[in-house]
T-cell receptor, first 112, second 112 residues
């Protein structure tokens, strides 16, 4: 049973560009959450998707947007990249609110 | 702001028990205590959770004080693979599993 998978594993982008990160949830899970983890800090909640809609959102600007597809997979989009967006982006999946969250290995984004 | 306080770091000898403290003095009656850990370059991994009774699973034990203002995660026989950042999190029952509020955690280093 595959766990949460994220792609790509590493990415380098230039300031001002746009980026799309992808996440496939654990089999049987229907809810996907995204986190940003800066170096040396704990993960910070960005938003959560359920039934193809944004269900909750953390304190992140509108440059951060997402999407969930009918197969429950999800994308995180970040526009107008800033140097401060460099971080590990984590995806977590769960069966709505009934199971613990399982995390993927993350995508390391470097903005130069 | 995170609702928990943990030591920044601690060392433990391989084969010995590791006792990780967490302070959550403002915890509410309907809030659970959760523990996750993050091994370097991986996503966080669920360990255990509890409300007021002590809990044990194949990974660890969780001891919660009677007033619920603090708890201790116990790794009974630490191995080198237990070297990780350990996060103590409080979560309201019924809140989304996906929206977890991580603090800075405790860096645990297990030495031979």
């Amino acid at each position: 049973d595959a766990g949460v998978t994220q792609s790509p594993t590493h990415l380098i982008k230039t300031r001002g560009q746009q980026v799309t990160l992808r996440c496939s949830p654990k089999s049987g899970h229907d809810t996907v959450s995204w986190y940003q983890q800066a170096l040396g800090q704990g993960p910070q909640f960005i938003f959560q998707y359920y039934e193809e809609e944004e269900r909750q959102r953390g304190n992140f600007p509108d440059r951060f947007s997402g999407h969930q597809f009918p197969n429950y997979s999800s994308e995180l989009n970040v526009n107008a990249l800033l140097l401060g967006d460099s971080a590990l982006y984590l995806c977590a999946s769960s069966l709505l609110d009934t199971t613990e969250a399982f995390f993927g290995q993350g995508t390391r984004l470097t903005v130069v | 702001d995170a609702k928990t306080t943990q030591p920044t770091s601690m060392d433990c000898a391989e084969g010995r028990a590791a006792n990780l403290p967490c302070n959550h003095s403002t915890i509410s009656g309907n809030e659970y205590v959760y523990w996750y850990r993050q091994i370097h370059s991986q996503g966080p991994q669920y360990i255990i959770h509890g409300l007021k009774n002590n809990e044990t699973n194949e990974m660890a034990s969780l001891i919660i004080t009677e007033d619920r203002k603090s708890s201790t995660l116990i790794l009974p026989h630490a191995t080198l693979r237990d070297t990780a950042v350990y996060y103590c999190i409080v979560r309201v029952a019924g809140d989304s599993w996906g929206k977890l509020q991580f603090g800075a955690g405790t860096q645990v280093v297990v030495t031979p």
